[in-house]
């Protein structure tokens, strides 16, 4: 075997750790798929300072520092001090996995490290939606223009083939548009809403799950909706759009009365997410939706996430993940170094 594969990380929150759990678990399998070692080079966080070893850093011992003392440890041979863009050349990477924090409001700085990362040769994984619903046109110019793929498989409905789906199976299809219940947090509250519980308890409650943001107004007020569908609509339907140009309603216009009225009708009221074709533009919205009993986006509750395509020759497509965690957004990210590997 004399293949090696290199990548650099940057962000090593819960998905980072996640993902390097899996790598090990999987290192093996890799090798003998594809006759070749992939190695993690470099590791970039924010305060937990940065880690860079051309010849693979050990995850494991990574791993047991992160768990132990929160941080890497500044006196290991490996620490490295400097941006990520000077991480991302000392670790001679082949690949950038981009794990960073997500910004809703303008998707910087990981574009930025994408940016960086096609200039100069690199390819791009990212479980971050920031940049795809906004600069999505750029970057896949940029990874085109520079020979390099650009895979984000998992920032819509974690592993759930989404993209994939689209351009590897039902590729020749157009799409009129795209629907979905995007967004687990406001989703959860919806349900405990109808429940009896009052809005603060409801998001109280999910956060305890680990699922609502400490400000988890980000959810509840559209946004993330707004980036997820701006980033579907952008790779999926060449929309040309921003989050700022999605029509948001907040899912706290929704009253407990409403949902009771709702129910006793035989209906329910949903947080959906939609973009549509109209004319030469593609229209984006998130708001909450009054839907008849049959839908069935009526059984997708709690945490679940569901989305539909609108295709002109395969028809109404609906798909729906049950309870995703953790490790369904680190297999997203597996799944595109697997497409990767099979491309180069
Ligand atoms: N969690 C999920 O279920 C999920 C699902 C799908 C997609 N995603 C996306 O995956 C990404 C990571 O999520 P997460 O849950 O792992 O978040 P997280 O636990 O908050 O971790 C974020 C990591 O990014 C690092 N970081 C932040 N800003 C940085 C910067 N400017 N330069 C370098 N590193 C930086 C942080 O460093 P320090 O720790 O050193 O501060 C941390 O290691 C986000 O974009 C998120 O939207 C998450």
Redesign the pocket.
């Known amino acids: 075997m004399n293949k090696t594969l290199k990548l650099c990380f940057?962000?090593?929150?819960?998905?980072?750790q996640k993902f390097s759990r899996l790598l090990l678990e999987k290192e093996e399998w890799l090798k003998s798929r594809f006759s070749c070692r992939v190695i993690v080079t470099g590791i970039?966080?924010?305060?937990?300072g940065s880690l860079v070893n051309t010849g693979g850093l050990d995850l494991t011992a990574v791993l047991s520092m992160t768990e132990q003392a929160g941080h890497f440890d500044p006196d290991s041979p490996d620490f490295f001090t400097g941006t990520?863009e000077a991480l991302m050349d000392a670790s001679e990477a082949d690949v950038l996995v981009e794990?960073?924090?997500?910004s809703i409001r303008d998707g910087l700085?990981a574009a930025d490290y994408m940016r960086y990362a096609f200039r100069h040769g690199m390819h791009v994984i990212t479980?971050?939606?920031g940049p795809e619903a906004w600069y999505y046109n750029e970057l896949k110019d940029l990874a085109a223009d520079n020979g390099v793929q650009f895979l984000y498989e998992?920032?819509v409905l974690?592993g759930t083939p989404t993209f994939n789906l689209m351009t590897e199976t039902l590729h020749g299809n157009a799409l009129s548009g795209i629907a979905g219940i995007l967004n687990g947090t406001s989703n959860y509250v919806l349900k405990l809403l109808e429940e009896g519980r009052s809005y603060e308890e409801a998001i109280r409650a999910a956060q305890e799950i680990g699922l609502a943001e400490a400000d988890p107004s980000m959810d509840i007020d559209g946004w993330d909706g707004a980036a997820k569908i701006c980033a579907m609509a952008n790779i999926l339907m060449d929309a040309h759009i921003t989050p700022e140009d999605v029509s948001v309603e907040s899912v706290r216009s929704v009253t407990a009365e409403a949902l009771k009225r709702a129910r006793s009708r035989g209906k329910c009221i949903k947080y959906i997410c939609r973009a549509k074709r109209a004319g030469d533009k593609v229209l984006a919205s998130v708001r909450p939706e009054e839907l008849p009993r049959e839908h069935a986006y009526n059984s997708v509750n709690g945490t679940s996430a569901v989305f539909t395509l609108y295709t002109d020759l395969a028809g109404e497509l609906t798909v729906i993940q049950t309870d995703p965690g953790?490790l369904q957004?680190a297999y997203g990210i597996y799944s595109d170094l697997i497409t990767l590997m099979k491309r180069i």
């Open positions: 940057i962000g090593f929150g819960n998905v980072g970039a966080g924010r305060s937990k990520p794990m960073s924090t997500l700085p479980a971050n939606k998992t920032i974690d953790l957004t």
